[in-house]
């Protein structure tokens, strides 16, 4: 079955990095574009941004643009976002999922269980 | 604010029916498809509804979806108490080349 376990979130300081991962199981990670979505405590979700199946393509939230970059490595099926330049207004819950049929669509129909990035001093 | 307007809360007894609306524009609902997810408390978003009216294999057919020029619907039927959830409308926009969501919808079952 498919699964997307997301890690790498933690305590960070403002002004610093932090990588998160996102491991796929169960399908051909290598066919699908792949997004990032988050959702601040108590709040509603934010789309962040999104890979196309190879790589090529990628397409940001004008909050993380220049900040933010997605990647991936299929021969891992592992799916990454490094943040940079981290905000308070960055804590969140990070959730990754599949896309199902091409990348300028929000067909979102695989989800992992999010990982809790808090910034603060 | 979100690029896509939806109402806060809404609310309907058991077994009644509810509406959930979406309002966007031209450069995002009026030229793209919508998905529809359901978040349950302390859970990751579920997908109900994709391409404006489409259901993933598993989703009940008491949920519906439509779309109408630059908004789009959810309808839930024969409401349970386990439909209690934030629900979210999701769609591309052209003009910021990035997807986008509503600010979510809290539905109460009385």
């Known amino acids: 079955q498919v699964q997307l376990v997301e890690s790498g979130g933690g305590v960070v300081q403002p002004g610093r990095s932090l990588r998160l991962s996102c491991a796929a199981s169960g399908f051909t990670f290598s066919s699908y574009a792949m997004v990032w979505v988050r959702q601040a405590p108590g709040k509603g979700l934010e789309w962040a941004a999104i890979?196309?199946?190879?790589?090529?393509?990628?397409y940001y939230a004008d909050s993380v643009k220049g900040r933010f970059t997605i990647s991936r490595d299929n021969s891992k099926s592992t799916l990454y976002l490094q943040m940079n330049s981290l905000r308070a207004e960055d804590t969140a819950v990070y959730y990754c999922?599949?896309?199902?049929?091409?990348?300028?669509?929000?067909?979102?129909?695989?989800w992992g269980q999010g990982t809790l990035v808090t910034v603060s001093s | 604010q979100s690029v896509l307007t939806q109402p806060p809360s809404v609310s309907a007894a058991p077994g009644q029916k509810v509406t959930i609306s979406c309002s966007g524009s031209?450069?995002?609902?009026?030229?793209?498809?919508v998905s529809w997810f359901q978040q349950l408390p302390g859970t990751a978003p579920k997908l109900l509804i994709y391409d404006n009216n489409n259901r993933p294999s598993g989703i009940p057919d008491r949920f519906s979806g439509s779309k109408s020029g630059t908004s789009a619907t959810l309808d839930i039927t024969g409401l349970q108490t386990g439909d209690e959830a934030d629900y979210y409308c999701?769609?591309?926009?052209?003009?910021?080349?990035?997807?986008?969501f509503g600010g979510g919808t809290k539905l109460t079952v009385l």
């Open positions: 031209s450069s995002n609902i009026g030229n793209n498809f």
């Open positions: 890979i196309s199946y190879d790589g090529n393509n990628k």
């Open positions: 999701g769609t591309w926009d052209n003009s910021l080349s990035a997807g986008v």
């Open positions: 999922a599949r896309v199902r049929g091409g990348e300028m669509v929000t067909r979102n129909d695989y």
